[in-house]
């Protein structure tokens, strides 16, 4: 059984260790204080969830970034990113909630700089925390999950994640085309969508 790391244990990152955990998916949950600071969301995710550093939660077979945009940064010399898969749910706000502006760059684009050879796809940043822990399938239809990334391999693992999970994933495409859809400026920014 594969493990999950989610780096960042706010109301996101618990939000989709639920979901983890229901399919009992293992999930290693970390945030920047350190683990034993985590024994109230532990009590809260049940079975199934470990707190470890940020360090141990970068070391799992997928890593998930449920941290804020602007600290990703301090992840770089974490570990050797290359060839791991990463799930970017972060959005670019900046402290005090300023949305940054990036040009002609994408907020995944520059994760990718900052996780150099990370395989990084960028998923369920649209939807508030109580959408992603709450039932994915609402009457005959499922809540959609947008998909961007570049690595295809990484992007179908993530795919049939999502699948299992029961959210109904949407594939948008490249990180260069497809996340500008989802990033907070984007279209689909806080959109919630159900696929019939």
């Known amino acids: 059984m594969k493990t999950i790391g989610i780096i ?3 109301h996101i990152g618990q939000a989709i260790a639920l979901q983890l955990l229901k399919i009992n998916v293992p999930v290693l949950i970390s945030n920047s204080r350190g683990p034993e600071t985590l024994q109230p969301v532990l009590s809260k995710l049940g079975n199934g969830a470990k707190a470890v550093s940020a360090k141990e939660a970068a070391e799992a077979d997928m890593v998930i970034l449920a941290l804020p945009w602007w600290k990703v940064n ?5 570990i050797d990113w290359s060839g791991k898969v990463v799930i970017d749910i972060t959005n670019e706000f900046l402290p005090g909630g300023k949305i940054a502006d990036l040009g002609d760059k994408t907020s995944t684009g520059i994760v990718l700089e900052q996780l ?8 369920f940043n649209t939807l508030f925390a109580a959408r992603i822990a709450a039932d994915p399938v609402i009457g005959e239809g499922r809540r959609v999950v947008f998909v961007a990334g570049d690595d295809e391999g990484a992007k179908t693992e993530i795919v049939e994640l999502i699948n299992t999970i029961g959210f109904a994933p949407v594939d948008l495409g490249t990180l260069a085309s497809g996340s500008k859809f989802i990033e907070a400026k984007g279209v689909f920014s806080g959109a919630h969508l159900i696929k019939l």
């Not at 301090?74 to 974490?78: P, V, Y």
């Not at 050879?117 to 998923?123: D, E, H, L, N």
Request: charged fraction near 10%; proline fraction near 0%; hydrophobic fraction near 45%.
């Open 74 to 78: 301090s992840l770089s010399g974490l």
């Open 8 to 10: 960042g244990a706010g």
């Open 116 to 123: 150099h050879g990370a395989r990084i796809v960028k998923a």
